[in-house]
Structures are given as C-alpha cells and as structure tokens.
C-alpha cells in the first residue's frame, strides 16, 4: 500500500479506501488504492460485531497498509439486517472521526450496479431480495438515483413502477418484474460487496471533493419488525 496522500484524483493520485459492510449475513472487507488490493468476505448471520476490527486488521495487513493510510472509509448502507447495517455504519464513524478522513456510505442498489459500466445504462431499475418473497428496488439512470427505494411483490410489481423508455431491470427476481413492463432483464446478487462499495466509493470521489460533514447512515425501505407489546405494562407498586 502506497504511502498516505492528500484526498482526491488530482496528478494521478489514487486515494486509500477502506470499505466493509455488514448489511448482508457476512462481513465482508476490502482495501483499494488504484486497484483492489485486498478483500475477504465471510458468511456470518450473527456476531459482525465481534468479528468486523480484527477482520479489518487483517485484510489491511494482506494489502500492506495500515488505518492511518487511508484516505477515505466506504461503508454499505443496506437495506439489509437492521442490527448489521448499524455495526457497520457505526464502525465506519468512529474509524473517520479518530482518522479525520471522511466516510461515505453506498447502498446494496449501487454496489449492484453493472461494475464494469455501472454509469452506461439510461434506465435501470435495481432490484434486491427482501423479507417474504418481496423485493426492493430503486430507478437508477446513469449510475445515479432517480427516486427513493421501495418494497414491492416481484410476481405483482405496481403499474407505476415504470418503464421509462428503454428501462432495464438488473437484481432479484428480475425477469418476472421487467415481464409486466416488456423490458430487459438481468438476474444478479449481490457479490465481493466490499470490493464494489469500494469502487462505488472511488468514483464518487472522483466526481468532486466529499463533505466531511455527511455522514453515512442507514438505509430502511421498511419499518422494523419489532412492535411494542399489545399487553398494558403492570402497575408501578411504591
């Protein structure tokens, strides 16, 4: 891993970008500078919590570098597991605070996005697997969002999800979405989702400098599952 170096794409300069995520049941890590240096993902339902540092450590040591090299931290927003998605961004908060580099955050919807073009497509609509056969997606047009995501039935998807002209679906559950609309289709999941936040995260940097200030939070299509209880709490006895 080269040396630290000012933020940004100037002279040719290649930022270090550490990035994990922890939405899906796995922790999964990478480290890019120019190029992805290393990257490791293990599956994992429970425990990201216990397992997220010390799988950092190791992924930086196998890309020869360390936190202080890093010039920017990417981290998976979701959606995705509740509790997994906020180890995640928490991790990548305090790592930016005690570096003083900033952190962004990149969803599951643009780590999904094709990523030898992932600006090409004119009209895309990401699709990923939700809870109960259901489904979220998101209208991308050249790699950029074009509406908040939402949770659909893929076997029914609403008239007004689209098509725009030309519009293409890519994710899960793709065919039976785009068959409604006549539009194109490419079944995908979600892979090397480190490797792709970080890329994701390197592009953007390249488009302009980042806000130190933005700080990445959690992605929620849906509420959570927890409810309060029905039952009225006992009485307080003095």
Known sequence: ???RRPLGPRGGLDPGIL?????????SV???????????TEPMARGQDGRLMPLIAEVLEEAGGRLQDMDLIAVGVGPGNFTGTRIAVAAARGLALALGIPATGVSLFEALLD??????????????EAPRGQAYVQHFRHGRPQAPPRL???????PDLGPPRGMAVRGYMAEAIARPFHASWEEAAPARVAARVAEFAERRLRQGPLDPALRPAPLY??????????????????
């Open 30 to 40: 990478a480290v890019l500078s120019g190029r992805v240096r290393a990257e490791r």
């Open 19 to 27: 990035a994990f995520d922890t939405s899906l049941p796995h922790v």
């Open 115 to 128: 990523p030898v073009a992932p600006t090409a497509a004119r009209a895309l609509l990401v699709s990923l």
């Open 221 to 238: 299509v849906r509420p959570p599952d927890a409810a309060p209880p029905a039952d009225a709490p006992p009485p307080i006895i003095p």
């Open 1 to 3: 891993m080269p040396p």
């Open 152 to 158: 659909v039935d893929p076997a029914s998807p609403p």
